[in-house]
């Protein structure tokens, strides 16, 4: 019977796969795909602050949140130079006529003389140069069966938005949904997402971490999000993300790890869980809902986006061998609300207000309860980034190299929680040719932590770009940060007696994206 029905799957499958994919082997496309294609993104910038990595092994490397175990800390002035290439590479054959497409892309990143006639990524422009350093962002299938459907195999973009990261640009995705907050990174998996005049939905599978792959000890996630026109400038949204976590904060980010009691979350800035030392377990749901009015500013000159999410799930540890019991409830809630108003001609000519909340613990899980955020950090390094505040060093922006450091990373803020939001006033001083910004950002932590107080700091930035061609910009940013008393916690502070240093950056890039 096996063998029967094995067989008319191997019969029957092409037939149904060339009728489902309507091709014609008779018929000749109006116009050909371009079969190869070659875009890039280069960014170089020079830069002068006074944060720096106190471990010498890091060498300039740092992620995560400023003052935490990656050894990051002010106080003395850092000059240097840094650049990044990002190639992407795009087949699209001719004789499937545009319904499969591969993409690959990959990250060279260096600061200016860091080492040479090695291997290791990040590294590679010391004298002499010869360094192994290219490492593989994306090497994806595209499927196209019919109009409207994708099918994406393989390691892909991992965001939190219905939208196509593929053929979407960058900004909608930093300004309409979760904003990247919750995923926002590279994942392994298979997604597959439809889209229609009015509405758009995508479901995916990844496989965060596959430990051994006889034993059930990986970390996977499930996703669904939906995405309605309720008006033509109104856009409301719905999702739910499932992660299962059986890896016991195994795998993940080098000796790190990942997961809710890893090393990696005191680096990334979030909760990490008390379990003593145990094996864990841990499944985690994420329900959430967003709108966006004219997220772009394309029908009008207001504009409004808000999401909230609440993660919801329980955690147990082991407390003999493979007998667990329950360690912690899970439940937190995060919210995010963006208003602008487009005053002149160009979208730079905008004024906006964002606001942040997320609840927070102050407990970790001795009551056997967190009542804090959880996002994509847990498991990343980042896992998700909410770049697009306008802060550079209260939270974090996306001018970046080698260094990808703010005072809250994550909405979580340490699992403590926060309130905070920034305003941005811009203004077209050339059109579309030159602008500048001005922003404040501030900052409280929901939970005070143990010896310092809620307020985490005021920013003041500044920003000043000019576009000498199509997609090539040179700019020149400012920022400094004013730490409040939640600096004065040995806990926040990197365990220092004294509050640190206020961190300030300056610094100017170039930047160009080819085609």
């Known amino acids: 019977m096996k063998k029967m029905v094995l067989t008319f799957l191997l019969i029957t499958t092409p037939l ?50 400023l003052f935490s175990a990656n050894t990051t800390a002010t106080g003395t002035q ?42 290791g990524g990040n590294f590679g422009s010391a004298f002499s140069a010869d360094q192994v350093n290219i490492q593989t ?20 973009r991992l965001f939190d938005t219905p939208y196509n990261p593929y053929r979407t640009v960058l900004g909608t995705m930093l300004n ?94 979030v909760a990490q869980f008390d379990f003593g030392g145990k094996p864990y377990k841990a499944d985690i749901f994420w329900l959430g809902t967003y709108g966006n009015y004219n997220a772009e500013y394309n029908l009008g000159r207001w504009s409004l986006n808000a999401f909230a ?31 602008g108003y487009k005053y002149g001609q160009t979208v730079d000519d905008v004024i906006s207000a964002d606001l942040v909340f997320a609840t927070g613990d102050n407990n970790n899980i001795q009551d056997k309860k967190y009542s804090g955020v959880i996002t994509g950090n847990t498991w990343g390094s980042p896992g998700a980034i909410f770049v697009s505040t ?63 107080g809620s307020f985490i700091g005021f920013e003041l930035n500044g920003k000043l770009a000019y576009n000498p061609a199509v997609f090539m910009n040179i700019e020149l940013h400012a920022a400094y940060l004013s730490l409040g008393n939640f600096y004065d916690s040995k806990t926040t502070n990197g365990g220092k007696v004294n509050r640190p240093d206020n961190p300030w950056t300056i610094f100017t890039t170039f930047k160009w994206l080819m085609f």
């Open 137 to 156: 962002q994306n090497v994806e299938l595209e499927l196209i069966p019919s109009k409207g459907w994708a099918i994406n195999l393989g390691l892909q």
């Open 309 to 339: 999410v609440a993660n919801i799930g329980t955690a147990s540890k082991e407390v003999t061998s493979n007998n667990f019991e329950k360690a912690a409830d899970i439940f937190g809630v995060s919210a995010n609300l963006r208003g």
């Open 176 to 269: 309409t949904g979760y904003r990247l907050a919750y995923w926002g990174s590279d994942g392994v998996g298979i997604s597959v997402r439809n889209d229609t005049d009015w509405y758009r939905w995508k479901a995916g599978y990844y496989q965060l971490y596959e430990n051994n792959v006889q034993q059930i000890d990986d970390v996977t996630l499930w996703e669904a999000i939906i995405d309605f026109d309720i008006t033509p400038n109104w856009r409301q949204g719905l999702s739910l993300w499932y992660v299962y976590d059986r890896a016991n904060g195994e795998g993940g980010v080098s000796i790190l790890g990942q997961g809710l009691s890893s090393l990696l979350d005191d680096y990334n800035g």
């Open 78 to 119: 850092a000059f240097y130079f840094e650049q990044r290439l990002l190639p992407f590479f795009i087949y699209q054959p001719k004789l499937l006529d545009g319904k499969a497409i591969l993409r690959a892309s990959f990250e060279i990143d260096w600061t200016w003389g860091d080492a040479s006639y090695g291997v």
């Open 390 to 452: 306008g802060a550079y060093l209260l939270y974090p922006h996306a001018n970046v190299v080698n260094r990808y450091i703010s005072a809250v990373p994550d909405l979580s803020n340490m699992g403590l929680g926060q309130f905070g939001g920034t305003i941005n006033f811009s203004k077209s001083l050339i059109p579309n040719k030159m602008m500048g910004k001005i922003g404040v950002a501030a900052a409280v932590s929901q939970v005070e932590p143990k010896g310092g």
């Open 16 to 65: 149904i796969a060339q009728h489902a994919w309507n091709f014609d082997n008779m018929k000749v496309p109006q116009t050909y795909p371009q079969e190869f294609q070659a875009l890039a993104f280069f960014i170089s910038q020079g830069v002068t602050s006074n944060f720096y990595a106190d471990n010498d092994l890091l060498k300039g490397q740092i992620v995560g949140r």
